[in-house]
């Protein structure tokens, strides 16, 4: 199993990024997807998750109304929009993968994603 994070960058508040993540080696449409990212210094949190079909999503406070999580299943891929990035959001963002679907809790995905970096000057 594969999960290849793509899309990260350096960008100013303000701006806007889109991350990809493309899994191979399962079957995509039974796994519920997510993002979490970690900071420097801090833990790794929860950022968004998408169920397997048709798709709720969830999202951390902090992100909710500015983060988009969507999936192509077709591609095996989710993806996330992320709008009006802010300092804070400065992390490397990570996909996962959960065969038991959706969950805040990183311990509970299957498989990770080596993760991309994103940063966002002020």
């Known amino acids: 199993v594969q999960l290849v994070e793509s899309g990260g960058g350096l960008v100013q508040a303000g701006d806007s990024l889109r991350l990809d993540c493309t899994a191979s080696?399962?079957?995509?449409?039974?796994?519920?997807m997510a993002w979490f990212r970690q900071a420097p210094g801090e833990e790794r949190e929860f950022v968004a998750a998408?169920?397997?079909?048709?798709?709720?999503?969830y999202y951390a406070n902090s992100v909710k109304g500015r983060f988009t999580i969507s999936r192509d299943n077709a591609k095996n891929t989710v993806y996330l929009q992320m709008n009006s990035l802010k300092p804070e959001d400065t992390a490397v963002y990570y996909c996962?993968?959960?065969?038991?679907?959706?969950?805040?809790?990183?311990?509970?995905?299957?498989?990770w994603g080596q993760g991309t970096q994103v940063s966002v000057s002020s």
């Open positions: 998408m169920s397997r079909n048709p798709g709720s999503t």
């Open positions: 996962a993968a959960n065969i038991e679907g959706s969950s805040y809790y990183s311990d509970e995905y299957d498989h």
């Open positions: 080696g399962l079957t995509f449409i039974n796994y519920a």
